[in-house]
């Protein structure tokens, strides 16, 4: 059952957030966050190669979502959602923007890679037009396998 909308407001993520990001982080993946480090080095490209946000929901940061791009070709990173917001549209709203970002750069593909287990993100991406490209077997560090999927953009 999908939730009522919520009123988000998306900013550019700031070195900051990252307290809020990694409980959010580690929440959403368990078994294979991302550690500070690496978040840390994401936002060190920022804006070079790398596009992240935070979604916030009043004052409180609710998701993140991250961009890498390089010449025309982008992959989402991340999006996370805490799970009393998600279904609410946060996720689409961040993917929105991701792909925004992407088109301001002249990108003409976008990958990502969901998790096989997890069919309402499938369902985003899929609404936002993004088709399954293929699987990496056993890709998360749980064994879990990863739909590889791609969107084409006009670039």
Known sequence: MKRRQ?????????????PAVMAIERDTFPLDAWSEAMLRGE????PRTR???VALVGQEIVGYAGLA???????????AVVQPHQGTGIGGAMLAELLAEAGRRAVREIF?????????????????????????????DDGTDAIMMRRKLDG
């Open 43 to 46: 936002l060190a490209d920022q």
């Open 6 to 18: 919520v009123d988000v407001r998306l900013r550019q993520m700031a070195e900051a957030d990252l």
């Open 69 to 79: 791009a390089a010449a025309d070709q982008a992959d989402v990173q991340t999006i």
């Open 112 to 140: 990502l890679e969901v998790r096989a287990d997890n069919p309402q993100a499938q369902g985003v991406y899929e609404h936002f037009e993004f088709e399954v490209i293929g699987r990496r077997r056993r890709y998360y």
């Open 51 to 53: 596009h992240y946000v």
